[in-house]
């Protein structure tokens, strides 16, 4: 079946430092990506997202791309701030159910 | 974007009773779905909620531990049923976009936090 892998944390950066948070899937068809936020004591958040392939998202100052011949979809920063101290998960979505698949959630702190 | 509320944010109950989650949705929706975030985990899905219909449950989950309501196309309720400490976690409501070009992005509802002694 379809499942999303992300690499393990805690990753532990010093501000401005780049950011990279490795992401796979494996899936039938051609599935939806989506990176998700959860800052402390809050629900998820969408951060971007990718539809089909070369696509890319980003948002405040986020970006991922959509590799079909990796089957990878990375998040990637250029400079994090302690404000990006979160959990980040990537999700695909199943392309016979369209039901979310979450990965295990990378933990991202940010250190002044 | 769709605003999703929840009641309780958090609850802590006693071992062998029931809490009802109530989610609320600002635009209707045609389908709902209710997670749940074990310490430290990933978000596993539960059911899928359509309205006018019994809810669809996952593999591991059943209703009558989870029984789930979904009265009108804007609201939602869980409620954990029989609670063990194992059932402490956060439980998270979800709807779909209703946009056809939104790829299944969903949105999350804040969570209610359970905390079972």
């Known amino acids: 079946g379809n499942s999303v892998t992300q690499m393990e944390g805690p990753v532990t950066l010093s501000e401005e430092a780049f950011l990279t948070i490795n992401c796979t899937y494996t899936?039938?068809?051609?599935?939806?990506l989506f990176w998700y936020v959860q800052y402390p004591g809050e629900g998820l958040q969408l951060l971007l997202k990718?539809?089909?392939?070369?696509d890319k998202g980003s948002n405040k100052g986020f970006e991922a791309t959509y590799r079909k011949e990796t089957t990878s979809f990375h998040l990637e920063k250029g400079s994090v701030q302690v404000s990006d101290s979160a959990v980040y998960f990537c999700a695909s979505t199943s392309s016979n159910t369209g039901k979310l698949i979450f990965g295990q959630g990378t933990t991202l702190q940010v250190k002044p | 974007s769709a605003v999703i509320s929840q009641k309780p944010s958090r609850d802590i109950c006693q071992r062998g009773t029931s809490l009802t989650i109530q989610c609320q949705v600002d635009s209707q929706v045609t389908m709902m779905f209710w997670y749940r975030q074990q310490p430290g985990q990933s978000l596993t899905l539960i059911a899928t909620a359509n309205q006018g219909s019994e809810a669809t449950y996952e593999s591991g989950f059943v209703i009558d531990k989870f029984p789930i309501s979904r009265p009108n196309l804007t609201f939602s309720t869980l409620t954990v049923s029989n609670m063990s400490p194992e059932d402490s976690s956060i439980y998270l409501c979800s709807v779909e976009s209703a946009s056809s070009y939104s790829y299944n992005e969903q949105f999350f509802g804040p969570g209610t936090r359970l905390t079972v002694l």
């Open positions: 990718a539809t089909k392939a070369d």
């Open positions: 899936a039938t068809g051609y599935p939806s």
